[in-house]
């Protein structure tokens, strides 16, 4: 009768070890399922963060680009006008310059034509 008793025992020893395999075979599919879960979340999150620092980032490059333009062209803007300054000053210059030149022939000439073509010394 003993072997009888300890042959229910180990069949229910069995059975409970059974059961207590399967409930923790299926926690274990829940909660490798539930980590899988969150793990695809926090991957999501970083990937959108990492997205969205991305796109900050672009935006930020992309005015950088644009003022640097801007200032390029007004820079350039600024640099022809002084030019533009210098070289009608300096055309102003020399037509000040022809002006006296042609006045100074006129006078040479009215002064050797107009008294008989002698030396006007």
Do not use: C
């Not at 070890?17 to 299926?26: E, T």
């Not at 620092?53 to 200032?71: C, D």
Request: charged share 35%; aromatic share 10%; proline share 1%.
């Amino acid at each position: 009768m003993t072997s009888l008793v300890k042959k229910g025992y180990r069949q229910i020893m069995h059975k409970r070890m059974r059961q207590a395999w399967n409930a923790f075979d299926r926690f274990s599919a829940e909660r490798r399922a539930r980590r899988n879960k969150m793990r695809k979340v926090i991957g999501r999150a970083v990937h959108g963060q990492a997205s969205r620092v991305f796109q900050r980032w672009t935006k930020w490059s992309a005015s950088l680009r644009k003022q640097h333009g801007m200032l390029k062209r007004a820079v350039t803007r600024m640099l022809k006008a002084k030019l533009a300054r210098g070289f009608y000053r300096w055309k102003g210059v020399m037509q000040g310059e022809k002006d006296k030149e042609q006045k100074m022939r006129r006078v040479l000439m009215k002064a050797w034509g107009g008294g008989g073509g002698g030396d006007p010394l």
